[in-house]
């Protein structure tokens, strides 16, 4: 008679087998995403001649660090750096407080019109970047902050997408701990610090990465309200006029790029747990 597989032996095979399948996929997935940042790691340590080349080399036999040099010093990286830190640094708090205090407010307390004021919040998230930009540009002009930090950052300074996330994960909280918490002398200020905020860290954690990325990374606002003043501009148009004056020299624009990208990494890798635990907030009880 035919041998027939132990059951639990099947059932172990079959799970090796969907593990590797997944990790294949996943290594698969990998390769894929890093691949273009791998190219502009290399090509920026190549000569000129090299990345013209068909196909071009896919690792650098004679690395030119000097491309990272000249970008630093020829493209004014570290001021435009130093702009974009504090940019980003203004945008991330504000929303940090503005997403927590109104998603408190939305989660907690009770006050007229509070379903149709949120819906409002939420019907932001439906409004183009692009159709505000015109009024936006002659609020901060006619407030005379032109070419200066007030100007790129207040109208970032609050998010739709912030509240609706917080909202979200202060629903969470079982309404006996905030009775509880009532209980025992705490007002609305002392329960927000001391139990939902740690509560929803990793959720925070996220929205603070969110807000950096996307504050990090704008360009056009920034292009708009900094005119030809260098000094608060910040660097995505300082790689963009890096590009522009190195045309010949396109190693070391990758150069600038990949110096651009750093900050971003190191925010991954030190915040990777919380996105994690975010992402996954809620799938088990």
Known sequence: MPRRDHPVGAARKNKHLRLVLRYTLLSMAAIVILFPIYTAVVNSLLLPSQIAHQPPPLFPAHPQWSS???AWNQGHLGIYLRNS????????AGQLVTSILAAYAFAFLDFPFKRTLFIVFLATLMVPFEVTVATNLSTVSSLGWFNTFPGLTVPFLATGFGVFLLRQAFLQIPRDLKEAAQLDGYGHLRFLWSV???LA???????GVFS???AWNQYLWPLLVTGNDTSVRTVQIGLKELLNTQLDQL???LAGTVIAVIPLLILMVVFQKQLVRSLTAGAVK
């Open 68 to 70: 990272y040099a000249k």
């Open 85 to 92: 830190a504090i940019q980003t640094g203004i945008i991330v």
């Open 196 to 198: 939902a905020i740690p």
């Open 201 to 207: 860290r990793p959720v925070i954690a996220a929205l």
């Open 212 to 214: 950096f990325l996307g």
């Open 251 to 253: 190693n070391v624009s």
